[in-house]
C-alpha cells in the first residue's frame, strides 16, 4: 500500500518537534526501492512493552521513510525478511547469530547481520536483552534515514558506559535553573495524568542509547521525596521504563529535618541514618527500578555532611547503604566551591576529594565536571580524573550551553565532548585518557556513568534553537561510544535532522565543526576563562569586580599592565601539580604549553612572542577578529543551504545567526577595548576597531530572564 507523502513544507512549517526521528520520505527512489524490497516482510519475534516500542517505532518510521506500508508479523518469523528480537527468547534470533557474537554484547548491546537463510538474505537485528533489540532497531532506521545501502550491513555495538544520563536542572514550580527552553517538561501539577510529550521524550533518549534522567535540579527541594510527588514520578517512570530509561531523583541532604523533622541530618547520626533507610524503601515502592539519588552537597550553599564535621565520603556512603539493598546508586557531585575565598579555585575539589579515595562505597559514583572550573569554553581536563583509582568517576558534562550563547549561538559541543575524552591524564603511561577512566577500563572500576546537563524545555523544537538539538544528540552518541567522530556524528544529525542532499550536509556539517573555536575565540581565546556577566553568564564582563573576589572576571583573567593570564604554575597557585608529572610539564613550560591554554596556566606579558611569532596582544586581538569572521562565514553558509531546508527552520536559524554576528562583535569590542586599557597598544592589521567606548560596552545590560537572554540595545 502506498502513502502520498506531502513535499517538504508544504502542508505546515516545521518546528523542529521531531528532532532526529523526522522520518520524511526519501529523496533517492532507487533506495527506496531497495528497502522495500530487502525488508518486506518484518517480524519482532516476541512480545513486550519494549519490544511493541520497536514494532510501533517501525510503523510510525517505515511507511514515511519509504511512502509504503511493510507488513509486521508476529508469528512465522521465518517468513520474514528482517527479524528483530531478543536471542535469549528467540530460537529463530538464536539459529542466525552466534553464541559467542551474543556474549560480547552484554545486556544492552546489539548486532546487525544479514545471513542468507534459504536461499535468501535477511536483516537480523538481535540481542541478548528487549533493551538492546530496540536500540538496534533505532540503529537500522538511522541507517535507513541517512540512505545507506543494505547489501553490506553489518554491525556490532554495545555501550561503553552503563549510566548514560541526562541530569534536569529542573524545579518543581516549573522553571529551570541554566535552562534556555521554555519552562520544565515535567507539569507537575498534571502529573500523574501523562501527555504524548513524554513518550516522546523517552523515544528520543532511546534513538541514541540514553538510559537515565535525573528529574531534578541537583540544588534540590526536599519535597520531592514526599508521597505528593513520589506517584508524579512513578507515573513518569511508567511511561520511560519501556525505553530503557531509569529514573533519578537529586536528594537535598537536609531532607531528614526539611520534611521527616528531625533536628539533625548528620550523617552518623543513626535516626538520620534509619530515616534515609525508610524514605528509600519508601521510593522503591513506587519505582521498583528506582536509579538512586544525585548529590550536590557542601557547594554554594548547599546543605551537606561538612556542616556537621563530616566528609563528602561520610555523606555518600549513608545514602549509598540505604541505596545498595534495592541496587541504587549515589551520584555524587565533586564541583564544590567553599563559603571562603580560595587562593585558586580551580584547585578545591582536588583537594577536597583525593584523600577519600578508596572511602566510598562500591555503589558511589563521583561525578566529576569535565573541567577544574565550570563548563567554560574550554579548559584543561580536571586533575580528578585519573587520581582516584580506588573511586568510580563519572564525567559531568554540560549540555545547555550556559557560557556559549545559552538558546541563541550556534555552537556544536561534540568537539568539546571529543577533546575531554580523548585527553591523556598520563596517569598510567600514555594512553591513559579520560574516556579510559570514565568506562572503567583503565582502573577496574564496574560503575561507570556519563552526565549531560540537559537543555531540554517545554519549547516546540525542545532546545531553544534548532541546532542546540545536535548537542543533544552528539552526547547520547558519545556516551554510548566515545571513540565516535564529531565529523560523522554531525553527518548522521544532519540528514536525519534536515536534509540528505549531499552538498548541504557538506556545508552544514562543515558550518557545525568551525563552530566551537568560533566561540572559543570571539569569548575566551588562549586559555582565558570566566569572563562573561555574572548573572546570565551571557555577554563580556572583564571589568567586574565583587566583593567575593571568585566570582569575579577580573580574578580569572589578572589582567595588568605587565600582561594577562593566571599564573598556576609552581610560581603562582601551583594548580599544574594537581596532574601527573607529564602533563604537568607540558603545561608548566611556556614552550610547552598549548596556545589554547596559555593564559589558563600563565601569566603572560602583553609583548611577548608566541610561537606564532607575533605578540601576545595581536594574537588576542586576531583570535576576537577570527571569532567574529567564523560567524559570519558560517552566516554565508548557512544562507547557501536555503533551497534544501524548510522556510520556517531557515528562518529561525538565519535569525539567530544574525544575534550571534553581533554579539560576537559585542564580545570582541568590549573585551579589546578593556584590556586595551592594560596594554596602551594599537590594534594590529585586519581586526575592527571598537564602534563605541569602552563605557559605552560597560553600560550594556541583557535582560534578566535567563530563558530567552537578548542584548537587543548592541548597534
Not at 481 to 492: G, K, R
Request: aromatic share 10%.
Amino acid at each position: 500500500m502506498a502513502f502520498a507523502v506531502a513535499p517538504l513544507g508544504a502542508s505546515r512549517a516545521e518546528t523542529g518537534y521531531e528532532l532526529w526521528l523526522r522520518y520524511r520520505l526519501l529523496s533517492r527512489t532507487a533506495r527506496r526501492r531497495e528497502y522495500i524490497e530487502l525488508l518486506n516482510r518484518i517480524s519482532i519475534d516476541g512480545r513486550s512493552p519494549t519490544l511493541d516500542a520497536a514494532r510501533e517505532e517501525l510503523e510510525r518510521a517505515i511507511p514515511s521513510l519509504l511512502g509504503h506500508k511493510l507488513p509486521i508479523i508476529w508469528e512465522k518469523p521465518s517468513r520474514a525478511n528482517l527479524l528483530v528480537g531478543n536471542a535469549t527468547q528467540s530460537k529463530a534470533i538464536r539459529s542466525l547469530v552466534g553464541e559467542k557474537e551474543l556474549a560480547a554484547l552484554g545486556a544492552q548491546g546489539f548486532v546487525i547481520r544479514r545471513p542468507v537463510v534459504d536461499g535468501k538474505r535477511v536483516t537480523v537485528v538481535a540481542a541478548n536483552t528487549d533493551i538492546g533489540a530496540l536500540y538496534g532497531t533505532f540503529a537500522l532506521l538511522r541507517e535507513l534515514q541517512m540512505e545507506r545501502p543494505l547489501d553490506s550491513l553489518e554491525m556490532t555495538s554495545a555501550p561503553r558506559v552503563r549510566r548514560r544520563v541526562l541530569d534536569h536542572w529542573d524545579n518543581l514550580d516549573g522553571t529551570v535553573e541554566r535552562g534556555y527552553a521554555g519552562r520544565s517538561l515535567w507539569d507537575w501539577p498534571a502529573l500523574p495524568r501523562i501527555s504524548q510529550r513524554y513518550r516522546d521524550y523517552a523515544r528520543t533518549n532511546a534513538s541514541i542509547g540514553i538510559n537515565g534522567t535525573v528529574l531534578t535540579n541537583v540544588n534540590a527541594d526536599a519535597k520531592v521525596l514526599t508521597p505528593e510527588y513520589l506517584v508524579k514520578v512513578a507515573a513518569l517512570a511508567d511511561e520511560f521504563r519501556p525505553y530503557g530509561i531509569t529514573v533519578y531523583l537529586t536528594a537535598r541532604f537536609s531532607a531528614p529535618m526539611e520534611i521527616g523533622h528531625l533536628t539533625t541530618a548528620d550523617p552518623l547520626d543513626s535516626a538520620v541514618r534509619a530515616w534515609w533507610r525508610t524514605k528509600v524503601d519508601e521510593i522503591y515502592r513506587y519505582v521498583p527500578d528506582f536509579g538512586g539519588f544525585l548529590v550536590k552537597a557542601n557547594s554554594e550553599g548547599q546543605p551537606g555532611p561538612q556542616d556537621y564535621h563530616r566528609t563528602h565520603a561520610d555523606g555518600a556512603n549513608m545514602l549509598a547503604d540505604a541505596l545498595a539493598p534495592h541496587g541504587g546508586v549515589v551520584m555524587w557531585r565533586a564541583f564544590v566551591y567553599s563559603n571562603s575565598v580560595p587562593t585558586d579555585r580551580v584547585k578545591q575539589a582536588y583537594e577536597e576529594f583525593t584523600p577519600l579515595d578508596g572511602q566510598f562505597r562500591a555503589n558511589v559514583l563521583l561525578q566529576t565536571k569535565n573541567g577544574p572550573l565550570d563548563f567554560q569554553p574550554r579548559e584543561p581536563f580536571h586533575p580528578l580524573f585519573g587520581a582516584m583509582p580506588k573511586t568510580a568517576q563519572m564525567i559531568e558534562f554540560q549540555i545547555t550551553k550556559e557560557y556559549l550563547g545559552e538558546d541563541t549561538h550556534l555552537v556544536y559541543l561534540a568537539p568539546l565532548f571529543s577533546e575531554v575524552l580523548n585527553s591523556d591524564t598520563y596517569v598510567q603511561g600514555v594512553g591513559s585518557t579520560v574516556a579510559k577512566i570514565v568506562d572503567g577500563r583503565l582502573q577496574g572500576q564496574r560503575e561507570t556513568g556519563i552526565a549531560g546537563v540537559a537543555n531540554i524545555g517545554s519549547d516546540a523544537n525542545w532546545t531553544g534553537s534548532q541546532f542546540n538539538q545536535a548537542n543533544w544528540y552528539a552526547f547520547g552518541r558519545l556516551a554510548w561510544d566515545p571513540a565516535l567522530s564529531s565529523a560523522s556524528i554531525a553527518e548522521e544529525w544532519t540528514r536525519m535532522t534536515f536534509t540528505n542532499d549531499s552538498s548541504a550536509v557538506r556545508t552544514i556539517v562543515h558550518l557545525m565543526l568551525v563552530s566551537r573555536e568560533a566561540v572559543v575565540n570571539y569569548m575566551t581565546p588562549l586559555g582565558l576563562a570566566h569572563i562573561m556577566g555574572t548573572n546570565h553568564h551571557y555577554g563580556p564582563a572583564p571589568w567586574v569586580r565583587l566583593a567575593r573576589a571568585d566570582w569575579s572576571p577580573v580574578y580569572y583573567h589578572r589582567a595588568d599592565s605587565m600582561g594577562i593570564g593566571f599564573d598556576r604554575t609552581e610560581k603562582g597557585s601551583n594548580a599544574v601539580a594537581q596532574y601527573a608529572p607529564a602533563v604537568r610539564a607540558r603545561y608548566a613550560g611556556r614552550a610547552t604549553v598549548p596556545d589554547s591554554l596559555l593564559l589558563w596556566f600563565h601569566h603572560v606579558g602583553w609583548t611577548e612572542r608566541l610561537a606564532s611569532g607575533r605578540t601576545l596582544w595581536d594574537e588576542l586581538a586576531l583570535h576576537y577578529q577570527a571569532g567574529v569572521d567564523s560567524v559570519r562565514a558560517m552566516q554565508h553558509a548557512w544562507r547557501s543551504v536555503r533551497a534544501s531546508i524548510d522556510n520556517a527552520r531557515f528562518d529561525e536559524t538565519e535569525r539567530f545567526l544574525s544575534i550571534q554576528e553581533r554579539e560576537a562583535r559585542w564580545w570582541r569590542d568590549a573585551v579589546l577595548a578593556y584590556f586595551g586599557t592594560f596594554s596602551h597598544l594599537p590594534l594590529p592589521a585586519g581586526v575592527e576597531a571598537p564602534a563605541h567606548s569602552l563605557a559605552f560596552y560597560m553600560s550594556i545590560r541583557c535582560p534578566s530572564d535567563q530563558h530567552k537572554p537578548r542584548c537587543d540595545d548592541i548597534p
